[in-house]
């Protein structure tokens, strides 16, 4: 396990290292010469338009990280305090965490095995079972709550299925949120992911495909509603040159300018990243071809990935042999990982609401997540890889 403490330079391959070059260090540095280095500054705005850009939606607004973006979202969702919110097992747990910090309760949903995103059948099936209709909206009739949101998360990058989520959105009425904080760079039909939902967030913490050392963002095709995002995570306060009036508890969610500009130059560089990280992903599906052990966990038909982090299945579902793989792994400096713990497995969760999770457990029991950072291209034998 020693192993697995070593800093990125050392031996140890991590699971996903930032990329820092000449291009970030003059923009650090040009924005910290410019005395600009809290929450205003051309940068914020600058990364606020490249990401809109990339995610092909309106509006971006920059937070400080994942996290509150989604908590964010949520809110302005119209998730009220105590409502449910249907968010999968099989996620991070900043998920989690972001509906209980907008005054929500989780409710956990299984996955299905092709994309690791909600089974959209299986969430109709249990939504029947459990839903009922109410002039207030749809009510949990086992908890009495209130249904608030549905959250879909894009597992690793992967696409989930969007068309599903949609049509489950549009006949119960209840908001669609993505979290689609793995996400930057992936296609879902030829367009990127992020913009389905009403309001979404990605992230850009150091282990992203971009990062802004920790950072977020809020994306929406509804521009009151990106508007509001701003306001409510820059303190609610109204827009004057001077006056200093804030008309309700807003937060403290900017994005430093100085973040900002780390990010503008990452940005310079993702469709390049976006290419290595694919390559990096056949070179894998390659290597596990014909594996009498192991699937390589692929894009899902008509989607594209970011592979974001790469993973392998189990063919035979099996504790014991993950647990070792992945200690063996480790041993010898690769640095993979395990599917997250799965939520109502955590202790704060163990109470909350769920459907059946058999597939979200059976998936728990064979995923490894393998190093996935595209200057990892440049590691292999040869430098280069079969296109
Ligand atoms: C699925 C998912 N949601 C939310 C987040 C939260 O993002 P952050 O770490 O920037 O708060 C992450 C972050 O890693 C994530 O993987």
Redesign the pocket.
Known sequence: MKAVLQEPSGQMLSLHEPEIGEPERKAVLDCLDSGWVSSVGKYVDKFEALVAEAFQVKRAVAVS??????QTCLTLSGVRPQDEVLVPAL??V??AN?VIHAGGVPHFLDSEPSTLGIDVKKLGEHFRSIAKKSPDGWLNRKTGRRFGAIVA???FGHPCDLDGLSDFSRSTGLPLIE?A??ALGSLYQRKPVGGVGLVS?V???G??TITTG???AILSNDENLATLAKYLTTTAKRPHRWEFFHDQVGYNFRMPNLNAALGCAQMEGLADRLNRKRDLAKAYQLAFSGSDFFDFFDEAAGSKSNYWLNAIKLKDRSRELRDYLLDSSIDFGYGVRPLWCLMHKLPMFADMPRSDLACAEDQEDRIINLPSSPQLINRLPGGEIRK
């Open positions: 990280n994942g996290t509150v973006a989604l996620t991070f900043a998920t972001a998360v894009h597992c979290d904080a793995e967030c992230s850009f913490n282990n992203k920790g950072g977020g």
